[in-house]
Structures are given as C-alpha cells and as structure tokens.
C-alpha cells in the first residue's frame, strides 16, 4: 500500500510536528484532501494526499515531531485503482477477514497508486518499494503469555534437590540459596526496633509516624525513648524535606515542569541567537508627540475607502518607515558576510511580528513599498488576522527585510528588539500614553499623545548617522504626518 512520507514544505524543512490528523483510518479520501495538519519551524502547514484510497494507518501519533522522509499515513488503492493498473480485483464473495494476496505496487506508475494527479503534488516519493506488511499480533503473543502463566504456577517452579534444616523455599519462586542466607544473617528492621528501649505506646506512635526507634537517642530514664524523642525526629525530619536545595528537581511535576522547545519557538531561539551573537546591534530611542498622528488616524477611518479594513497607528507607522527609507536605503540592505558585500533590496517585504499562541512570528507584506495607503491597510488587517489565527504559511515569512515590532499593544513603553536574520534593522513601536510635554511654540505644558520608537541596526554597514538619520525621518513624519508631501 502506499506510504505518504513527510514532505519538505519549505526550503531546509529537517522536520515536523504532527499537530492534528483530519482523517482516521476507514475514510476515504481522494488526491488533494487534507489529510494532516503539521506544525514546521515556521507555521502550521495543511498537507494534502498524493493519493486516493482507503486510509489504512495513521503511522505517526499526534503530538509526535519526526523528521523529513518518515512514512505518516497508509492509504489502500481505491476500487477504481486496480482496475487502472492492471490488478485483479477482489471477489464479490471472498471473506473481509481473509488476507488478500499479496500485489506489487509500480509506484513509478500513479495511476498503481490511486490517482495520477498526485505525481506534481510536494512530497510525492517515487522511491521503489515492496509491499509493506502489518505486523500480525495474536497467536504468537498468546503463546508467550500462556508460557509466563505457566511458569507462575504451583509446581511449575524445579524441585529442591536435596533436603536441609533450613525452611522450605516457597515453590512459586526461585531464590538464590546465597542469598537467604546473607539476609538471615543480618537483623530485620523490627527486630531492632525491639531491642531500643520504649513503652508500648511510644512504639505505636513510632510506627505511625513511620520513626524507626533503633535510630533514636533516648532521653528518658535508662535511655528509653519519649514521645517528645519521636515528635523531635519527625519535626527535623519535615524541617529537611523543606529545606530548598537548588540541585533538587521535583519528579512529581507540582513545583516545575518541562515544556519541549520545538517548532515556531525552537526556530525563533535559533534565529535570535544566531542574530545576537553576529551582528553588532546599535539600538537609538527617541520620545515623540504623535497627537497629529492621532488625529490623521480618526479622520482616515472616517474615509469610505478605508471602512472595510482596520485603520491604526501602526498603519502610519509603516507608512512612515516606506518613506524614510527613501533617504536612507542603507536601513534596507543586507550584509553579506561571506561575500564581504553590502546587498541593497530596492523593494521592502514589511515584516510585522505577531504573538501567536505557537510563538513569535513575522509574515511580511511583500512588496509594501508599492502599495498605497488603502492596500497597504488590507494587507496588513490579512497579515495580522492569519497571524493570530496560526497560519501563517512558510513563504509568508520568507525575503523579509525590514520589520517592525508592536509592543505598545502590552502597554510597553519601548525595548531594545533584536534583528531578524537576513535583515539589517528593526523598529519597536512603543505604547501610546497621554503626558505633559511642553509646547514648542507657547512654552506651556499640555497633555499630548506620546509613544516612544526604538530602533537597533547592524553596525557593520549602518554607522550612527545613517540610523539616526532614519529613526529621525520616521519621528517627524508620526509629529507632522503632512510632511509626507516633502518625501
């Protein structure tokens, strides 16, 4: 039957996570159905079949994270299919529960597999196989298990072969003669608990309290031991078990747990150590009054072409960055560390990072710098909205190159953003709050709508001036939005 093997959905894919199976053995399904939901190291990804059949096995539990190339499901050829390919076809009478010959599958020929249109579809495997067999459960497992029965018997265990003084071993087990011995020699437990001095209802509460006496120090007259001797040993005792110990790991889950890092977030911490620890981050800050902003963005959501679609600072704020970095291409450029060049992108796949309950991610808008203002909003409304609703697909986030990092929606004023790989910078957009700032044209202090922007660059090829330059464009454009007609 054939095998549908864990295809590489994007370009370097090692593996994947079996999120959710949308089918269960028994359906039938035809080419292009989803079969499975995977999670990559970028998004979750909907496979469809390369095949058309009965499913026969889901071979990868969910949950599970396996690598490129494993076989995840088994479908049986469809009714139509042997006849496509030449095999003969069951019997109207012969018995579902008889095995049926075993066929040879050309896996060169699709239609020998169910369906033809498979062969352009990503993970088709042409790779020469033989028939596959389930392993058969039953009469050998049943044979093992009346065996092991058998030996728990009574009688079952040898004979003894010669008689002693010493007690009879039980005939159910087998016990190393060496061994009762050793153990006859040394003094049980109870034993010692008898020879420590104490009255029988100090016994019982050292029994109860799981105190072993012979480990007791009396204090009472001749040494024997009080019930202040136990409750003194059990306190120390509970004081110990208290105690924090920074080598200890509770086993039982209550006071830590491990969570597995895999998929989006094991890629994000890649990504970010790779990008902490090669590129010199520089990262500048700047405080600005975006009353004006503020106020452009009411009134653009009052325009008839931007009612269907969601209108926020964040919509200027990208707009603002497209701008500036007409004066400052270096912002989007690339350092090409083992060419020794600086790539400059005369386009701007605007990257957004979004909180996804799977991790961070950042889709971009592919060629934001040609869109206008209405399809620049409905790309970004898309953007978000597949974003949060896990996803976004592997080519989404792909040739980004520059991003733009929204923590004011948390209430965070600003912070120091890494860069993504294969970027050069980065821009965090800070919380927008009401705060004294003082009129520049009257001297009198008012309430205006301040945010603050932080921007970290790669110091390689972008000195000071030119992300200075930049941070201060994007500033005066969120101050003065009208002084967009300057750029």
């Not at 864990?6 to 079969?35: F, Q, S």
């Not at 106020?295 to 009612?307: A, D, I, P, S, W």
């Not at 976004?392 to 980004?400: K, L, R, V």
Request: proline share 7%; charged share 25%; with cysteine.
């Amino acid at each position: 039957m054939p095998e549908f093997k864990l295809p590489d959905v994007g370009e370097g894919l090692t593996e994947a996570e079996i999120v959710t199976w949308k089918v269960k053995v028994g359906d039938v399904i035809e080419i292009n159905d989803v079969v499975v939901e995977i999670e990559t190291a970028k998004s979750l990804v909907e496979l469809p079949s390369p095949y058309a059949g009965e499913v026969t096995a889901l071979l990868v539990p969910e949950g599970e994270t396996v690598p490129v190339g494993t076989p995840i499901i088994r479908v049986g050829a469809d009714e139509a299919a042997p006849a496509a390919g030449g095999a003969p076809a069951p019997q109207p009478g012969a018995s579902s529960g008889t095995p049926a010959p075993e066929m040879e599958i050309d896996l060169s020929n699709p239609a020998a597999s169910g369906g033809g249109e498979g062969e352009s579809l990503v993970g088709r495997n042409k790779a020469d196989r033989g028939p596959t067999r389930r392993a058969r459960h039953g009469a050998g497992a049943a044979a093992a298990n009346r065996q092991a029965q058998a030996a728990f018997e009574p009688g079952a265990a040898p004979p003894v072969e010669e008689e002693t003084d010493e007690e009879p071993v039980p005939a159910r087990s087998v016990v190393d003669r060496s061994l009762v011995e050793e153990v006859a020699q040394q003094p049980s437990r109870d034993q010692a608990s008898t020879r420590a001095l104490a009255k029988p209802p100090v016994r019982k509460l050292a029994k109860d309290l799981g105190v072993d006496l012979s480990t007791l120090t009396g204090s009472g007259p001749q040494g024997s031991i009080t019930r202040d001797d136990v409750q003194a040993a059990t306190t120390q005792a509970e004081e110990v078990a208290q105690r924090p110990s920074r080598s200890h790991q509770s086993t039982t889950g209550e006071r830590e747990t491990r969570e597995p890092v895999k998929g989006v977030r094991k890629m994000m911490a890649q990504a970010m150590s790779q990008s902490a620890f090669t590129s010199p981050h520089v990262t500048e800050w700047v405080t600005v009054d975006v009353t004006a902003t503020m106020q452009l963005v009411e009134r653009l959501k009052e325009r008839r072409e931007l009612r269907e679609v969601k209108v926020s600072p964040l919509l200027v704020l990208a707009r603002a960055v497209l701008l500036a970095m007409r004066r400052t291409p270096e912002i989007n450029s690339f350092w090409d560390d083992a060419a020794q060049e600086v790539v400059y992108k005369h386009y701007v796949n605007l990257g957004i990072a979004a909180a996804t309950p799977r991790g961070l991610v950042v889709p971009n808008v592919k060629d934001a710098d040609s869109l206008s203002l209405v399809e620049l909003a409905s790309e970004l409304g898309e953007l978000t909205a597949t974003a949060r609703q896990g996803r976004t697909q592997p080519a989404d986030m792909a040739e980004g190159t520059f991003t733009i990092t929204n923590v004011g929606v948390f209430g965070v004023d600003a912070g120091t953003p890494i860069i993504n790989p294969g970027e050069s910078a980065i821009l965090c957009f800070g919380a927008i709050n009401k705060r004294p700032w003082v009129d520049e044209t009257t001297g009198e202090v008012v309430a205006r709508d301040v945010t603050t922007l932080a921007l970290s660059f790669d110091h390689r090829h972008i000195d000071g001036e030119k992300g200075s330059r930049f941070l201060a464009d994007v500033a005066g454009l969120l101050q003065d939005p009208a002084s967009a007609l300057l750029f």
